[in-house]
């Protein structure tokens, strides 16, 4: 590992046009130049490119989540489970790149010391599960009211009567300050109760996959993760809601009329004119709260839109369901096969375990994966979809009133501000209304929002490097292992990728095996959610990354290719429940391949072949 | 002992329960075919068989004599004992049933492998009583590439003769057995005409994985393998999945074939085109794996396999497992490993050791 080459991080020239991008986000997340101690620490430390959430550049908005979980996952690690070996992750950004950084406890004694801790901390949280997860499903939901409750008021000339009545004492600028607070507030809330299983989870996925490696050094990841397969989570269940208005539809003999129009607004003037119609919209009324909330990418971006924001992407994949019931074809998840297929493998590989410790540790690991296996997927829905699809709705209310103040040309400006920035020309916007003054933002943030987008524009056109810095020789960070999949395999292939000059030329090349099986077959580039409407039966699917609201695709696909994720990353386990090959995690497919293109796709080894 | 008993029967009508009649080897190749497992076909003479012609044809008296007074630890007058029985033995002739009822088996095996004339393996297969000493009774009684009812009927006799060698004789005296209640039965297989074979291990040797099976093959037959002449095709699959997880396929430079009329293997040169082909289609080598899974559910352990791909055979039909034995390399060196740790109790406290372990990035 050690002779693996990546470049120093501190090499990075700012991009020509870009000077002072570094402004655009929180000061200590750029590399060091002017501080001797944080430059060596740097240089010795090893960074990788967080591709997964970050497939493009951040918007310095956006990075309240990147601070949010740099703050949640640490803390946990660090100073709640104590967990022995490792410190928290660390962030920083090139580019608008994040990079981040395991860090290790390297004083054996001290890892020693926080040993006690962890098995007494961690023992609580895995041993009572089931019951501090229910506690923490009336935590996040609590946290979601509260948001949904939260009004972002426009500033009247005059306060209304009921302000002096009620004596109030309290004004709608105030009410826009407390309720932009309460909105970020809310925001790191969710993120710290996202963290408070997850790493755990995590833990004992690795683990579970730890004592199979050591037993059987030959399995494949895909193995091990199928054995914790089949278990529902409610992450399936805006898909299960599509199927069901589908089903519906062709019940009330109201398909025609669902897909006849391309957009909702113009299905749903039709259905109104007929009883049945007018069943089927309220059904479909009646499964957008909460379910349409699920994010169409990964939530991780402002312009990851619920289905709630386009009801045409929904309307479009129940068409697609409608069109296979009417062919007669079967749109169910095969769970019951999956759940014997399951069985199954689980049986054979305990078979082997001739030593009873052992096959005693082997069921109670596999019962402890299983057992945080639904917390590990259901988290996604509450915070990364239903909570972040409101909260960007309610930061774009709070970009309306500085839009109508003139401190943003357009509503989807106020994510090239800071939050911190947002809450500093709030100040001004709400002293200045007070005071009934002009405020001095309008001339400062519409000229710096140009030179962000300008900034952005150049960022989405450079490559971030797979990894910085010194590569160590072992990973002990759970997250590191099982969202990034980082090893030295996954390393070498990025390089080898990135070294290659012309993409054009590039024929073969790897990712995860994702999901067992090999086919081959036509191509469908897919950049968004809104492109799978273009596929056509039986093509592999590329994409940056899917997420629930694509499910309707896999019903059509024959196999499916992404550039980020691992193992347990969504493609994977769709891919899985279906039994068509994936690989994930690619790194570049979506450059690679174009549409139409002839793939070989080997789940099995992770290999991709362009035929021509 | 009812005259009904056949004197010839096919393998897979070879059961455990037969092992009077028709002993070991053949027997557990019978078991094996109904473990799902496909082996050259063949026949067996049963003990049945021996006993007519060494009761009919007036053999037994003359034999007895022979043996009357003899010291079994006298080496020396054991072996001349022995010269003069198996002379006798091996010219007499057959009764004329007895040749028919070879020879008709002999013919439909012939036809079942699609060959006028199959070469056969002619084998001893030693009774229960026998089973001891099988290791000197049967061993060398192989004789490989026989064709045509004649040499197969030459070398039947040469296997009941084999009943009577100086330390088959010396341990019957020892043991108290009569020399007249011994019996022996014969196998007679088809040669496995091999388009490509070698070795199956239905563990991963290398690391000790019970859940794969590694196959290494080469064309023609399986010596090259055996003998690491030849970097061989090798191939990983997983057991529970049955997937081909891993393969090589190196260039191979040569292989070995049969030559009949000197019954020897004989080196070839593999032609250039054909050096880096992969030497089994991808289905035989699921079909040998899933019977690799039965060999070994068949015997508990994991096993160490021969096989062969069959030339003359249909496809389909023609992948046979030659050998089988407990598999030794794995077994041995995890004998001599270190026994593991104690395993610790909570879960937290398993996810901790992993967590202290992690990823080797190396």
Not at chain 1, 209 to 229: E, G, L
Not at chain 1, 537 to 558: D, Q, R, Y
């Amino acid at each position: 590992m050690a002779n693996q080459n990546f470049p120093n991080p501190h090499e990075f020239k700012d991009i020509p046009g870009t000077e002072g991008w570094q402004r655009m986000y929180p000061y200590q997340y750029p590399f060091t130049t002017d501080d001797a101690k944080r430059n060596q620490y740097e240089k010795d430390m090893f960074w990788f490119y967080d591709g997964l959430h970050y497939p493009e550049p951040i918007y310095p908005f956006d990075m309240i989540w990147d601070e949010a979980w740099f703050l949640a996952l640490s803390q946990y690690n660090t100073r709640i489970f104590s967990v022995p070996p490792v410190f928290g992750v660390d962030h920083r950004i090139i580019n608008g790149y994040i990079y981040i950084t395991p860090v290790p406890v390297t004083n054996p004694k001290e890892i020693e010391a926080r040993v006690g801790p962890f098995l007494e901390r961690a023992g609580y949280y895995y041993q009572n599960w089931d019951k501090l997860v229910a506690k923490w499903e009336t935590k996040i939901k609590a946290t979601i009211a509260s948001l949904e409750a939260i009004k972002i008021e426009p500033l009247p000339d005059m306060e209304a009567k009921n302000v002096v009545d009620d004596a109030l004492g309290e004004s709608k600028g105030y009410h826009l300050l407390k309720a932009y607070d309460e909105l970020i507030d809310l925001g790191i809330r969710c993120w710290q109760y996202h963290f408070e299983f997850l790493n755990l989870g995590y833990a004992a996925y690795v683990t579970f996959m730890d004592f199979c490696q050591k037993q059987f050094p030959d399995i494949p990841t895909q193995r091990i993760t199928q054995m914790i397969s089949g278990i529902d989570v409610i992450m399936y269940q805006p898909d299960e809601e599509l199927k069901n208005l589908a089903r519906k539809a062709v019940e009330l003999g109201v398909d025609g009329a669902v897909v006849s129009k391309p957009t909702f607004t113009a299905a749903s003037a039709e259905l109104k004119k007929t009883p049945a119609g007018q069943q089927w919209l309220a059904a479909f009324e009646k499964a957008r709260y909460p379910w349409f909330w699920v994010s169409t990418g990964t939530g991780w971006y402002h312009h990851d839109k619920s289905w709630n924001d386009d009801l045409d992407v929904p309307l479009s994949s129940i068409g697609i369901y409608i069109d296979k019931i009417r062919k007669g074809q079967s749109i169910e998840r095969p769970l019951e096969a999956v759940r014997k297929e399951r069985d199954r493998v689980t049986g054979e590989y305990r078979a082997l375990i001739t030593d009873d410790a052992a096959r005693a540790t082997f069921d109670q690991m596999l019962g402890t994966a299983k057992t945080v296996f639904p917390y590990v997927e259901n988290h996604l829905f509450y915070v990364e979809h239903w909570f972040h699809s409101v909260f960007w709705n309610k930061v774009r209310e709070v970009g309306a009133i500085m839009k109508a103040h003139g401190f943003i040309a357009d509503v989807e400006d106020i994510w090239y501000l800071k939050r911190s920035e947002i809450k500093d020309a709030l100040w001004d916007l709400v002293t200045a209304w007070a005071t009934n003054v002009g405020p001095r933002g309008p001339q400062i943030w519409p000229k710096e929002i140009e030179f962000r987008k300008t900034c952005m524009k150049k960022f989405r056109e450079w490559k971030p490097p797979p990894a910085l810095g010194k590569a160590p020789e072992v990973i002990q960070e759970p997250f590191t292992v099982v969202l990034w999949g980082i090893t030295n395999q996954s390393l070498a292939a990025w390089a080898k990728v990135r070294e290659a000059k012309d993409i054009a030329s590039i024929k073969e090349f790897t990712g995860f095996a994702g999901s067992p099986g090999t086919v081959e077959g036509k191509a469908r580039v897919c950049r968004t959610v809104a492109d799978i409407r273009q596929l056509e039966e039986g093509e592999i699917l590329v994409a940056p990354t899917t997420s629930p609201s694509w499910a309707p695709a896999f019903v059509k696909i024959k196999a499916c290719v992404t550039d980020v994720g691992g193992v347990m990353s969504h493609a994977a386990i769709v891919c899985r429940e279906y039994g068509m090959p994936a690989v994930v995690g690619t790194g570049h497919a979506t450059s690679i391949i174009k549409t139409g293109m002839n793939i070989r796709v080997n789940g099995t080894t992770g290999e991709i072949t362009i035929a021509q | 002992m009812s005259t009904a008993e056949p004197v010839v029967c096919w393998f897979q009508e070879c059961r455990k329960d037969a092992v009077e009649r028709v002993g070991g080897k053949n027997s557990s190749l019978g078991e094996l075919i109904h473990a799902g497992v496909r082996v050259p076909p063949g026949f067996a003479i049963t003990t049945e068989g021996y006993r007519r012609f060494f009761h009919q044809s007036g053999l037994e008296g003359r034999v007895l004599d022979r043996l009357k007074g003899l010291d079994p630890t006298d080496m020396e007058a054991l072996e001349s004992a022995s010269t003069a029985i198996r002379a006798e033995i091996e010219a007499v002739p057959f009764t004329l049933d007895f040749e028919d009822s070879v020879a008709e088996y002999y013919r439909r095996l012939s036809t079942h492998c699609c060959v006028p004339a199959v070469p056969v393996a002619v084998r001893s297969s030693a009774t229960a009583e026998d089973l001891p000493g099988a290791s000197f009774a049967g061993q060398q009684d192989t004789f490989l590439w026989v064709r045509g009812v004649d040499d197969v009927l030459h070398y039947v006799r040469r296997c009941f003769s084999s009943l009577f060698t100086g330390r088959a004789i010396a341990y019957r005296a020892r043991m108290g057995f009569p020399h007249d209640k011994v019996a022996i039965s014969v196998g007679i297989q088809k040669m496995a005409n091999s388009a490509a074979a070698g070795v199956m291990f239905t563990i991963n040797p290398t690391n000790g994985d019970r859940s794969s099976i590694v196959v290494n093959s080469n064309f023609g037959f399986g010596e090259s393998v055996v003998s690491g002449e030849v970097t061989p095709d090798e191939f990983l699959i997983n057991k529970i999945s049955m997937e081909v997880i891993r393969r090589s396929v190196p260039a191979k430079e040569m292989y070995y074939a049969v030559d009949r009329v000197s019954q020897t293997c004989v080196r070839h040169d593999l032609p250039m085109e054909r050096r880096a082909v992969q030497s089994i289609l991808d289905e035989d080598l699921l079909e040998l794996a899933r019977m690799g899974k039965a060999i070994e559910k068949h015997y508990g352990q994991p096993m160490d396999i021969e096989w062969a791909v069959d030339n003359d055979m249909p496809t389909g039909g023609n992948v046979f497992i030659l050998q089988a034995r407990p598999e030794t390399v794995w077994s041995a060196k995890k004998a001599e490993s270190a026994p593991a740790p104690a395993a610790p109790k909570t879960a937290a406290e398993m996810i901790l050791a992993s967590i202290m372990a992690g990823k080797k990035l190396g």
